[in-house]
């Protein structure tokens, strides 16, 4: 993996634009402070940082225990947003994700009470313990921004921010997402196991709801919707997109995966590049940006055929990072 | 990292080009051969594009044990021209069963060339040379698909490039061609079922063998002359001459190799024949020949033989008198022999023969008398004639009387020796079609003839030609004008239309003119090549001399395009600047990997040479603000060419 350290000379060769230290500063902060409760694992919480300012939703896939749940309440603790969780599970229902419409007997007809989706940060909890049915009315909501029930569309708050936690599908009890629905999520990470010595300052800390109960947010609503409307701004090259597209075609074009990345796929990598360099410093995408958010974006949408299946152990972003030559 | 797989987009390309390859095999390998290769490269693309697993290894062992010993119960070897190539087919098939990566492709593709070789242990021609180069495009165009797996390939810039690769190869080639020091022979032999099935004149006649060689228009041999070209109705050209008859079959016998002694009555013709492999010693000449080309020698009965059968084609000077007087001192044994006939065979015709001495004493007179019967009474000059019966010449004489030369000088021969004349048959071939394009003549394989010698005492051996008194179009103007329209004859043969003739010629220059340049390039004609270029002793010096220059001259005249190719390829000057600073980089042991990015690169670098660092940062930073940040400036591109140009690792 390339070295994603930030440059300070890059920092400094930004400063015409004061906005830009100000924000690295403020999202540097936050990462610090969710790094101070999930301990060792400040890439996958850039990661998710940067799926938050591209607009996009995470899914986070890994065995129970390793602090999937942790994380999302982290981050939203940190940017003070409201936060609901939905624990998924096989009897829940759509109306229970959406909310409902009940009669009010003041005589002022149906009435609708907002479900846990209406929410800035929707924490569902293990998402393939549920029906077809009930991940797809959370997914739909995720796609489109808004609910619509019984003939009415509601948006949902700005910004909307979905983390979806699932066991790994080879454990029992599950509905694995199918491709389709995917898609949807921006990025798709895995926590993994923490590496001794952050083991050893987890066991040694404190409880870490309590800290968790005294983080205190450090970015308000509006600095953080600019931060996204930002990053849709970073700039990108036309030697970057000739980057992009050459990492998309030889996915469809290699034996080694069953189908090629989308062009849905090919922005998302771009939308999650921008927000990597912003929260880099710089104004423009570098390739080390794809290459950072790489991992993430295309994991869980590039199903792995010919040699690269037996080959157990090899990393398909890894591999598609080295097959293509920066042009 | 795992080896690079081959996609199936090169898959099908690299099966398509061996079996383009292949393809000329078909008509001379067995069909289950090509059945076999067909089905394992069709199962290997079901696979490829079911996205299967390719066959196991024990499965492909059993495949490869029973191919090898299908191929050697069919031909009884597995070494040879035809096993060879078979077996190298099946192989190459089963191969491509296997084929995973690209290293697996690329030796594959490394076959296929060699394939393309075995195509010309069958044939040399034009077409086939046409055929080869057009694979060698098609193959060359795959290989290059392999080895760009990152770049997407469209099949034309495939082409394409293959083509420039190989217009670009291609003076090499000549100057190779022309200047590799060549040796007198082959270099190596030829398997030796490599000349079987090549027609021709043979060791024996019997009827029906000439008219059977008729109906082929198959080259025999081309002559350039280097006087006027005699008459048609003058070219004898001499090949096996026959002396003993058992039953209606003519045999060349015994060779004697007394001096032949001969006096040329008229100013000799010169000439040179390329003479196409005919698998046989004879080499053809004017009657009479008047010299013994190189590596070869001549009979007391005049045939030119060459000391091993003639398996290439085969280029030699010669002179011949037309009008000569030979053989009046023979050898009385030879006499003898030229008497002789089978006991109690032909009956009729010894009775008759008989008959025609009482009433003629004198030779010529009886000769005469036998021609004016040719050509007064009934007989038929036909290519296919009535059965003959155990008399071929009784039947012939009494009976059928039509049929082919050979019979006609079989009949005469008999009766001359019944009469008490001695006589023998010479085959050869008689006339030629003039090419006016290359002006050469041509003897085709429907040119063959056959004529009768008689000894006369006082005069030696004089040649009577049967043919010519019961046809005589047929030595005025050749087999075509002589014999039935319905006669099956080859298309060649016929002179009916005028476009075709002219197109015959055309193509049969340019066939000659290959032969002569291309397949009959030799040292003769090297030194011939060089003596041109100013250079008159062609050792193996002066080759490697004019070697090195002629390639020296044309890497330089090349590289110009190069140079324009590789820049062309690099026109953005920040990625310029950029790749000079790498490949200064590289050649110090610190080279870019192809997916590194610059920042990557440049922490790297500061890793492994902190004193390099704010160099390399400094240009990094300029280069990748420049590449890929938002309106790059003209003084930040001078900034960073400069930088780059005082960089030193």
């Known amino acids: 993996m390339p070295d994603t350290g930030r440059n300070p000379q890059d920092v400094a060769n930004s400063a015409a634009d004061r906005g830009i230290p100000f924000m690295t500063t403020q999202i540097d902060k936050i990462v610090g402070q969710v790094s101070s409760i999930i301990l060792g694992k400040e890439r996958q919480i850039r990661l998710a940082f940067a799926c938050l300012l591209a607009r996009g939703h995470l899914l986070i896939e890994d065995i129970p225990g390793v602090g999937k749940t942790m994380l999302a309440h982290a981050l939203a603790a940190s940017l003070g947003l409201g936060f609901q969780r939905i624990q998924f599970t096989s009897d829940l229902l759509p109306a229970d994700i959406l909310g409902v419409s009940i009669y009010n007997r003041e005589g002022r007809g149906f009435q609708f009470h907002p479900g846990p989706i209406f929410n800035q940060v929707v924490l569902a909890d293990e998402v393939n313990r549920a029906t077809p049915k009930a991940q797809s009315a959370l997914l739909e909501a995720m796609e489109e921004h808004q609910v619509t029930t019984e003939g009415e569309t509601r948006r949902l708050p700005q910004p909307f921010f979905v983390i979806a936690t699932q066991n790994p599908s080879n454990q029992v009890g599950t509905f694995p997402l199918p491709e389709s629905q995917l898609d949807r999520f921006l990025m798709r990470i895995e926590l993994g196991y923490p590496d001794t010595e952050a083991e050893r300052a987890l066991l040694q800390g404190q409880d870490r709801r309590d800290l968790l109960e005294q983080l205190s947010p450090c970015l308000d609503v509006k600095t953080l919707i600019e931060l996204q409307v930002r990053a849709r701004r970073i700039y990108t090259s036309s030697a970057l997109l000739d980057y992009v597209q050459e990492l998309v075609n030889y996915t469809r074009r290699a034996a080694d995966y069953v189908n090629g990345l989308s062009p849905r796929a090919a922005l998302a990598l771009l939308h999650a590049a921008r927000a990597w360099a912003l929260m880099d410093g710089r104004e423009h995408v570098v390739p080390e940006d794809v290459q950072a958010v790489l991992p993430g974006v295309v994991g869980h949408r590039l199903v792995p055929a010919g040699q690269l299946t037996r080959a157990n152990g090899v990393d398909i972003a890894e591999h598609l990072i080295k097959q293509v030559a920066i042009p | ?649």
């Open chain 2, 1 to 649: 990292m795992t080896a690079p797989t081959i996609s199936l987009h090169n898959t099908v390309w690299l099966t398509a080009a061996l079996a383009l390859i292949a393809a000329p095999h078909a008509e001379r390998l067995p069909a289950w051969v090509m059945v076999l290769a067909a089905t394992l490269a069709l199962w290997r693309i079901y696979l490829g594009r079911a996205r299967l697993e390719l066959p196991r290894r024990p499965l492909l062992m059993v495949v490869v044990a029973g191919a090898t010993a299908a191929v050697f119960l069919y031909y009884r070897t597995i070494f040879g021209r035809d096993a060879g190539v078979a077996l190298l087919i099946v192989m190459l098939a089963l191969k491509l069963l296997e084929t995973r990566s690209q290293r697996d492709a690329l030796l594959l593709i490394f076959l296929g060339y060699f394939l393309i070789i075995t195509n010309f242990l069958y044939s040399q021609t034009i077409a086939a040379a046409l055929y080869m180069l057009g694979c060698v495009w098609i193959i060359t165009a795959t290989m290059i698909g392999c080895n760009h797996t990152q770049l997407q390939q469209g099949y034309r810039n495939q082409l394409r490039t293959a083509g420039l690769m190989l217009a670009q190869s291609a003076p090499l080639m000549l100057v190779l061609f022309l200047f590799f020091p060549r040796t007198a022979g082959p270099l190596w032999g030829l398997p030796h079922d490599a000349h079987a099935g090549v027609s021709g004149l043979s060791d024996s006649m019997s009827p029906g063998n000439i008219a059977n060689l008729s109906l082929s228009d198959a080259v025999a041999f081309r002559v350039e002359f280097k006087s006027a070209i005699p008459e048609s109705r003058r070219m004898y050209w001499r090949g096996p001459v026959m002396w003993d008859l058992h039953g209606p079959t003519w045999n060349v016998g015994r060779y004697y190799f007394d001096e032949p002694k001969y006096q040329g009555l008229s100013a000799p013709v010169e000439y040179t024949v390329t003479l196409e492999p005919h698998n046989k010693p004879w080499l053809f000449a004017l009657d009479l020949p008047g010299q013994v080309p190189p590596r070869a020698k001549m009979s007391g009965d005049l045939q030119l033989l060459a000391t091993a059968p003639v398996n290439s084609r085969t280029r030699y000077e010669m002179k011949s008198y037309l009008e000569a007087r030979f053989g009046a001192d023979e050898n009385p044994l030879a006499l003898d022999r030229a008497l002789r006939l089978p006991p109690a065979s032909n009956p009729r015709t010894v009775e008759f023969a008989r008959g025609l001495r009482q009433k003629h004493p004198d030779d010529k007179a009886l000769i005469r008398e036998v021609l004016a019967m040719f050509r007064n009474e009934k007989f038929y000059y036909t290519l296919s004639p009535p059965l003959l019966g155990e008399h071929a010449v009784d039947d012939f004489l009494f009976q059928t009387r039509s049929g082919f030369c050979e019979i006609y000088a079989s009949s005469f021969a008999v009766l001359m020796r019944a009469a008490g004349i001695p006589a023998r048959i010479v085959t050869g071939y008689q006339g030629g079609e003039f090419n006016p394009l290359g002006g050469y003549i041509i003897v085709r394989q429907a040119d063959a003839h056959a004529w009768t010698e008689v000894w006369l005492p006082g005069e030696g051996w004089v040649r009577v030609d049967p043919t010519a008194a019961v046809s005589p179009l047929r030595i005025q103007s050749g087999i075509a004008a002589a014999v039935p329209r319905t006669d099956p004859l080859p298309l060649f043969a016929r002179g009916a239309y005028p476009w075709l003739r002219q197109l015959r010629f055309t193509w049969d220059s340019l066939a000659n003119n290959w032969n002569q340049w291309v397949l009959g390039y030799n040292p003769e004609r090297q030194r011939w090549v060089l003596s041109r270029v100013g250079i008159d002793e062609a050792t193996w010096h002066a080759l490697a001399v004019v070697l090195i220059v002629a390639t020296g001259l044309i890497m330089l005249a090349l590289l110009p395009l190069m140079l324009r190719t590789l820049k062309a390829r690099v026109n953005d000057p920040v990625k310029r600047a950029y790749l000079r600073f790498c490949s200064k980089l590289g050649r110090k042991g610190l080279p870019r990997e192809p997916a590194e990015g610059p920042s990557a690169y440049a922490a790297r670098l500061s890793r492994l040479r902190p004193e390099l660092a704010p160099k390399v940062s400094a240009i990094t930073r300029l280069y990748v603000a420049l590449r890929y940040g938002a309106g790059g400036s003209t003084a930040a591109l001078r900034e960073l060419e400069q930088q780059v140009r005082q960089f030193s690792a």
